[in-house]
């Protein structure tokens, strides 16, 4: 929260567009477990979540956590 309230004047009224990931990286729906796993941690800021989107619709089919791919032994 004392992220969201240094770029915010009033963070009680914030929206989630306030506060989003504008450009978030995402997997297919096809992408092998252990390549998200890798998508998240190999980066400067590791991410704990991924949306898997569809290219050809655009749309967001669903999103793998860290805590997904550990319960899958992954």
Do not use: F, K, W
């Not at 990286?25 to 989107?53: C, F, H, K, N, W």
């Amino acid at each position: 929260m004392a992220m969201i309230s240094s770029r915010l004047t009033d963070p009680a009224s914030a929206r989630a567009v306030d506060v989003m990931t504008a450009n978030p990286i995402s997997i297919e729906p096809g992408t092998l477990a252990y390549q998200a796993l890798q998508e998240m941690e190999d980066r400067p800021s590791q991410i704990s979540v991924i949306p898997i989107v569809d290219r050809a619709t655009g749309a967001c089919t669903g999103l793998i956590r860290v805590h997904d791919l550990v319960r899958a032994g992954i």
